[in-house]
């Protein structure tokens, strides 16, 4: 049994869309789109030579890569960056209670109701109050306010 060219480029291109997900930068995902249209050539010129073929996909996946991801990106991922950014403003400057001591760089603070994980350059005693100075995914940055 002979496994039909347009099946295999469809497959491969499936793999390589869902692969995408496993390695994000929109980079996999533009040759998971050229396996697909080499699909589509294939169904239309089914006696197209395999040298032609893995010529075509290339030249299609790297020239979309090239003149589409910057778009795309811009117009996926750029709202991200921002609400990062604009995120940090709600934090830095900010006032914050130690809960729990921070000694030997870690302890926790009480900001906005809720426990966070804190690192200090300095021991901060309990109760003090501390100025939020920069955020690390979920742990804050502080210092004791003098």
């Known amino acids: 049994m002979e496994i ?4 295999i480029w469809f497959l491969i291109g499936l793999g390589m869309m869902l692969l995408e997900f496993a390695i994000p ?8 789109a050229g396996a697909w249209i080499q699909a589509i050539l294939v ?3 089914p006696a197209m030579p395999l040298w ?9 996946s790297i ?13 996926f991922f750029s709202n991200q960056e921002n609400a990062e ?3 940090l403003d709600d934090y830095i400057g900010k006032m914050a209670k130690v ?3 921070i000694l030997g760089g870690e302890g926790k603070v009480i900001f906005r109701g809720t426990s966070w994980d804190a690192f200090a350059d300095e021991d901060i005693p309990e109760g003090s109050t501390v100025r939020i100075i920069d955020k690390d995914s979920i742990r804050l940055k502080v210092e004791l306010i003098k």
């Open 85 to 87: 950014s604009e995120g």
């Open 63 to 75: 020239a979309s890569l090239l003149l589409l991801r910057r778009q795309l990106k811009k117009h």
């Open 43 to 45: 169904a239309i010129f």
């Open 52 to 60: 032609v073929q893995l010529m075509l996909f290339t030249i299609i």
């Open 4 to 7: 039909s060219p347009v099946l």
């Open 25 to 32: 930068g929109l980079i996999v995902i533009f040759f998971g």
């Open 99 to 101: 809960e729990k001591a």
